[in-house]
């Protein structure tokens, strides 16, 4: 198995608690990491959760299932949307 190297360049300086600090390094000996992997890892992983979360949604059944009757319906018909889509707009030569 390979082992690949990583070199990390950027510095990422966070202040804590006397408190907070023996908690997380009581958490990192517990995984048998350091301080800093453990806190890196973590807030990678809680980062590209927030981040998954502007990208998805979840409904509960019920909402779901109208929600896909919304997608699934017919379009309605608009009249003055289809005369502005037939019109020249204003870059139209």
Same mark, same amino acid.
Request: aromatic residues 6%; positive net charge.
């Given at each position: 198995? +390979? ?6 360049? =950027? ?13 997380? /390094?009581? @958490?990192?000996? !517990? ?8 806190? !890196? $890892? #973590?807030?990678?992983?809680?980062? $590209? @959760?927030? *981040?998954? /979360?502007?990208? $998805?949604?979840?409904? &509960?059944?019920?909402?779901?299932? =109208?929600?896909?009757?919304? %997608?699934?319906?017919? &379009? #309605?018909? *608009? &009249?003055? *949307? #289809? +005369? *502005? %889509? +037939? ?7």
């Amino acid at each position: 198995m +390979k082992t690949e190297i990583v070199t990390k360049q =950027a510095r990422l300086n966070v202040r804590a608690s006397a408190q907070q600090k023996r908690v997380i /390094e009581k @958490a990192a000996r !517990l995984l048998n990491t350091t301080v800093s992997s453990f806190v !890196l $890892q #973590r807030a990678v992983e809680d980062a $590209q @959760a927030i *981040l998954a /979360e502007q990208h $998805q949604f979840r409904l &509960p059944k019920e909402q779901w299932a =109208a929600f896909c009757k919304a %997608l699934d319906a017919p &379009p #309605r018909d *608009l &009249p003055a *949307l #289809r +005369k *502005l %889509l +037939k019109s020249k707009g204003v870059f139209d030569a």
